[in-house]
């Protein structure tokens, strides 16, 4: 039989997002709290993410991840955060009872208010049906970088890129700089999906093509990769017969999307968002358990480490107050928050009348100029921004006031046609 | 030669249309698109000596990690990076590290240091 413990809060995760949680949670009043990581040290992805950019908007100065992750982590050691390192939580449900495993004993912890903090994977070959030879040397980009970062290890010579995500293209950046000749970054859309410095400066400073609306139709090799056959692609995606080349290569990193993890998230019976593939959530970041709140790239993939201690500590002051008080009456009472033309999707998806929601969301094309309304059921604009430049790369943030909010039970956020 | 640049001076983005010669380096003859002084001063620059920050990783003697992560203090011309490179790889330094300890100063007679990024403790 597990032991059985109790606690107000505990926090599943210790990355960028469990980590400001802990710290807001504890500075808004929480003392019993537990901090979980499953990994034998703190910081999450951020360990293996040593390019520098991190850290503008909370810092003001551009950190690598490691420096990041630390500034958080010395916050945690001086507010005396108690954290448990190796220890995975193998179950939940939805009356906050989480069984943990360290190391092979097991306990059962009852929880006050439980934060959610996994953050996400990564997309893998498995998710994209490329037919082909199953040789070595096909990896996820976050696998690659965390080989070439952490262990040491290059996987390759001769690197090839399928998406253009952040991860794949400062991939690229890396393994030049390690003496890889990177041949080429094919993305199946006709624009990129990463960020455009990083296209500048991971790909163009080092002569990289990328190669738009192109992708991968078959893998060759037996034991070891030996490259791909990649061909152009029509406005429907489809490949077109004619345009196929083979590309030599030893080495095939993915970087074609990342999903949040929710294992646990489903296991409680937590709703969960057909497009962020994350929980549903009101303005607090409290999921539809009552208790159970998410954040980070759990709940959605972010562009920036910035927003997600951002939300984190939106969550940790919530849980906090959570515990404390019990869910606010209020609270039961939510406005509805749909995405309209234009937009893929908005977090939270729904708010309390009268609380101030920042509101983010991801819009479906790039666009200049472009006008981002909230509006009321009845079509009226209640908020209306122009933004010089829109990209899905890039979260959209608006803030709603809590008054602007009141009597009404839907919002539409859209991209003006 | 023509191009489009993205100034990335600040969050308005803006999409400079760059005429420049060809040639090493580049010389900028005109631009258009950007709204204020600094993406002037930054189109000349990105064209003519585009300037960059970079990470790395270093080995590392008796750490509980293998490798610390270390990246540049300051901005380098683009040029010169792989010349940097070759001046880090050569570096095997003792663990405990600290984030912020300089393990290189002028690497490849360049105005940056090389600072390690990660805490490594000494392993006994």
């Known amino acids: 039989m597990p032991e059985r413990i109790k606690k107000d809060l505990i926090i599943i995760g210790g990355g960028p997002a469990g980590l400001a949680a802990a710290v807001a949670a504890k500075k808004a009043g929480c003392r019993d709290l537990l901090l979980i990581e499953r990994d034998k040290m703190l910081g999450g992805i951020l360990n293996q993410c040593i390019h520098d950019g991190f850290g503008l908007h909370r810092f003001g100065e551009a950190l690598s991840g490691p420096e990041y992750a630390q500034r958080y982590i010395d916050m945690i050691h001086e507010l005396e955060i108690p954290v448990a390192l190796n220890t995975i939580v193998l179950s939940m449900n939805d009356h906050r009872r989480v069984l943990v495993s360290t190391m092979g004993s097991l306990q059962e912890i009852e929880a006050g208010a439980i934060i959610l903090a996994m953050g996400c994977r990564e997309r893998a070959r498995g998710a994209l049906s490329i037919p082909g030879n199953r040789p070595s040397g096909v990896y996820t980009a976050g696998a690659a970088q965390n080989f070439v970062n952490m262990e040491n290890i290059m996987p390759g010579k001769r690197v090839v890129i399928l998406g253009s995500g952040d991860i794949g293209l400062i991939m690229a950046r890396r393994m030049t700089l390690e003496g890889a000749k990177v041949e080429a970054v094919f993305e199946l859309l006709p624009y990129s999906s990463g960020l455009p410095r990083n296209i500048q400066q991971c790909l163009v400073d080092y002569e990289i093509p990328l190669h738009l609306s192109t992708t991968i139709i078959d893998i060759h090799g037996m034991d070891r990769l030996e490259g791909v056959t990649v061909a152009q692609v029509d406005e429907k995606r489809t490949p077109i017969a004619g345009t196929e080349r083979f590309v030599p290569c030893d080495t095939l990193l993915l970087s074609v999307g990342l999903i949040p993890e929710n294992e646990l998230a489903r296991e409680a019976g937590i709703e969960l968002h057909p497009v962020t593939g994350g929980a549903v959530v009101d303005d607090s970041c409290m999921t539809s358990v009552r208790g159970i709140f998410s954040c980070g790239n759990a709940l959605h993939v972010h562009d920036l480490v910035d927003w997600v201690s951002e939300e984190a500590e939106r969550a940790g002051v919530n849980a906090a107050e959570f515990i404390r008080a019990g869910q606010d009456e209020a609270a039961r009472r939510t406005v509805e928050i749909t995405p309209g033309c234009g937009v893929r999707y908005t977090l939270p998806q729904k708010a309390v009348p009268g609380h101030d929601t920042p509101l983010a969301f991801r819009v479906t094309e790039p666009s200049r100029n472009g006008v981002v309304q909230v509006l009321d059921s009845s079509g009226g604009v209640i908020a209306e921004e122009t933004h010089a430049r829109l990209h899905p790369a890039e979260m959209v943030w608006m803030a709603l006031k809590g008054e602007q909010l009141a009597g009404l039970e839907r919002l539409e956020v859209r991209v003006r046609p | ?124």
């Not at chain 2, 003859?29 to 001063?41: L, S, T, Y």
């Not at chain 2, 620059?45 to 960059?52: T, W």
């Not at chain 2, 095997?92 to 990660?118: C, E």
Request: glycine letters at 6%; proline letters at 7%.
């Open chain 2, 1 to 124: 030669m023509k191009n489009e640049f993205l100034c990335v001076v600040c969050p308005n983005g803006c999409l400079i249309d760059a005429e420049f010669t060809e040639g090493k380096p580049p010389k900028l003859i005109a631009f258009e698109g950007h709204k204020c002084q600094r993406g002037e001063v930054w189109i000349r620059q990105e064209i003519e000596n585009p300037m960059r920050t970079f990470s790395s990783n270093v080995l590392v003697e008796n750490g509980n990690c293998i490798t610390a992560s270390v990246r540049t203090t300051k901005p380098v011309p683009l040029a010169r990076v792989m010349d940097i490179m070759d001046e880090i790889r050569k570096l095997y330094p003792k663990a405990p590290l600290h984030v912020g300890d300089v393990l290189l100063n002028n690497p490849a007679g360049t105005d940056t240091s090389i600072i390690v990024t990660r805490e490594v403790e000494q392993t006994r």
